[in-house]
């Protein structure tokens, strides 16, 4: 059985604030689950860990970690949760903050948690074979690995796999904080340089044995200028040890059958309690109660590259030429929290725009949408268009990275129905008001949209496919 040690700093359900911590939280069980592997998760324990997990922790160990001339405190808790035994490093200097990131010494927090991470597994005495390290918070597991700890018993033989989940946040520093703060010296100047500056991602794209991405197609884009954040030359010279695994979802806590958070239970054999769903949601925002108008939304941070450009350059026009509603749910740029809420002010019979985060007010909007726009600029791999599929939404995609590996055109061709949503390529508000304005037109066919919402809701998104894909990168390590 092979023994895989996740680092990572979020993991739902415990602290997260987006798609790693969703990965986080399914995958080691997904992995669990095959009965090949004993998968264990490092996190920080930071102060938004609710009072009900930390009554199941139990203390591991404690000791002091070393970091440049600092001597800090560390203690190691854990619990056991669906087959996977997560640690969590405790230091409330670092941790019990208002927010997981953003701190003006997020440099110093995750490299302080990315040694404590190594020091920990020979203090709890799990030496893994495969460390496998997440995003830039992460990045430093296998670069401490190599420099400092692969000469002491137990370490000598454990690969490392370190995961991009959004090459855009690479985790940059000066170069004035290489000792003082990473703890390293001049002789690893080299591997952390890139641009002239402290480059974590780029120091464990270079050392970890394998580097994966949470999508084929993401890992194919991240090797071009337009999409790397000037890493491209990098990962072009380590192509032959990049991959990328489509993530999934979490079949158990994204389930229209059971959840309830929802009004109105459904699956794909009972679609048409979905209405209800949509009549509690109109009631509930303000809109007018319609079974006949199709709802369209968009989940999502309110940012450029999601797509809130060309949505911006388009809705309008489609509020007008189609009856439709629309519900916005999300955070971001205020020129886009603007123009939504003026929107709404416009358009009072049709819109709605809830500037928050929400998790259980997100799956009611799923579970409501009839059509989910997602027509990002770029995509590492994205959850959305998969939750809303599972919801039972037509997806209305941009074929870019995740998307383009997970949302395939539809179209019928001798009464055979072939996809599962509407994409489209060239990045354009023209295009965007097409595609949605078709999707619309096929909602209104009671017929094909029955056909075709069936068969979304069919696809497979969970994470049975994607674990294989993980263990069979592990076994070739």
């Not at 309690?273 to 006949?292: F, I």
């Not at 985060?357 to 959305?384: H, N, Q, V, W």
Request: glycine share 8%.
């Amino acid at each position: 059985m092979k023994k895989i040690l996740f680092v990572g700093a979020e993991s739902m359900p415990f602290a997260a604030t987006g798609g790693l911590g969703d990965v986080m939280g399914s995958l080691p069980a997904a992995l669990a689950a095959t009965g090949e592997a004993d998968v264990r998760v490092i996190m920080p324990l930071y102060g938004q860990v609710s009072a009900e997990w930390r009554a199941q922790m139990k203390t591991e160990a404690v000791f002091t970690v070393h970091l440049a001339w600092r001597k800090l405190y560390c203690g190691v808790k854990s619990l056991q949760k669906d087959g996977v035994t997560y640690y969590f490093i405790d230091n409330e200097y670092y941790f019990k903050r208002s927010s997981l990131y953003g701190e003006y010494d997020d440099g110093e927090r995750f490299a302080y948690f990315c040694m404590a991470a190594m020091e920990a597994i020979g203090q709890i005495g799990f030496y893994p074979d495969v460390l496998h390290a997440h995003d830039w918070q992460a990045a430093l597991c296998p670069v401490y690995l190599d420099c400092i700890y692969r000469s002491r018993p137990g370490y000598e033989s454990i690969k490392t796999v370190f995961t991009i989940h959004n090459i855009e946040y690479q985790g940059k520093y000066s170069f004035a904080i290489l000792g003082d703060v990473f703890s390293l010296g001049e002789g690893e100047r080299s591997r952390m340089d890139w641009g002239g500056c402290i480059n974590l991602m780029k120091a464990a794209i270079i050392t970890a044995n394998k580097v994966s991405t949470v999508s084929p197609r993401y890992a194919e884009e991240i090797c071009t200028p337009e999409y790397a954040h000037g890493l491209d030359p990098i990962l072009c010279e380590n192509r032959d040890k990049l991959c990328g695994i489509l993530n999934g979802i979490d079949y158990v806590y994204y389930d229209p059958s059971k959840d309830k958070a929802l009004p109105a239970t459904f699956s794909w054999r009972s679609k048409g309690k979905k209405a209800g769903n949509k009549c509690a949601l109109q009631e509930e925002v303000g809109l007018p109660v319609r079974e006949d108008v199709p709802m369209l939304s968009v989940i999502s941070r309110l940012v450029a590259h999601k797509g809130l450009d060309i949505i911006t350059g388009m809705i309008e026009r489609l509020l007008c030429e189609r009856d439709v509603q629309l519900v916005i749910l999300g955070k971001g740029d205020g020129r886009f929290e603007q123009f939504f809420e003026a929107l709404e002010k416009q358009y009072p019979e049709k819109v709605r725009t809830l500037l928050r985060y929400d998790r259980d007010l997100a799956k009611r909007i799923y579970a409501a949408t009839d059509i989910f726009l997602m027509p990002s600029k770029s995509e590492p791999c994205g959850l959305s268009q998969m939750i809303a599929s599972r919801y039972g939404a037509i997806p209305v995609v941009r074929e870019t990275g995740g998307l383009f590996d997970s949302i395939k055109p539809y179209y019928e061709e001798k009464g055979v129905l072939h996809g599962n949503g509407f994409t489209f390529a060239d990045y354009s508000a023209d295009v965007l008001f097409e595609r949605a304005a078709a999707a619309v037109d096929l909602w209104n066919d009671k017929d094909r949209r029955d056909k075709l919402i069936s068969k979304i809701m069919r696809t497979d998104f969970s994470w049975g496919q994607s674990a294989q894909g993980y263990m069979q990168m592990y076994y070739d390590l």
